[in-house]
């Protein structure tokens, strides 16, 4: 029990729950897939595609969920939108389980 306690006392019940929020955005198939894929090397939309073997408005659906929680963020280069990992937590965990 004095352990749990440390544990709450050091992240604190707010950043539990963000914790907790983000590994269930994160932990869905085909969000993981793309996590990994955008981690490894910056790519675009349509790359994603090709990568997690979806439709696009899929891979844009689940696009939009990790650009919303503040894990991805997107930059235009030409025609392109390239994506990326911007949460270092989240960037930390998938090094780890990489």
Not at 9 to 27: D, E, F
Not at 61 to 71: C, S, T
Not at 79 to 87: A, G, K, L, P, Q
Request: net charge positive; glycine share 8%; hydrophobic share 40%.
């Amino acid at each position: 029990m004095e352990k749990n306690k440390t544990l709450t006392a050091k992240v604190g019940r707010p950043g539990i729950q963000r914790m907790a929020r983000t590994l269930k955005v994160c932990g869905h198939p085909v969000r993981l897939k793309l996590l990994q894929a955008i981690e490894s090397r910056e790519p675009c939309v349509s790359d994603l595609w090709k990568c997690v073997n979806e439709p696009q408005p899929v891979v844009s659906q689940h696009l939009a969920v990790l650009k919303r929680e503040g894990i991805v963020a997107s930059r235009v280069e030409g025609n392109r939108r390239i994506y990326s990992v911007i949460d270092p937590w989240v960037a930390d965990l998938l090094g780890r389980i990489g």
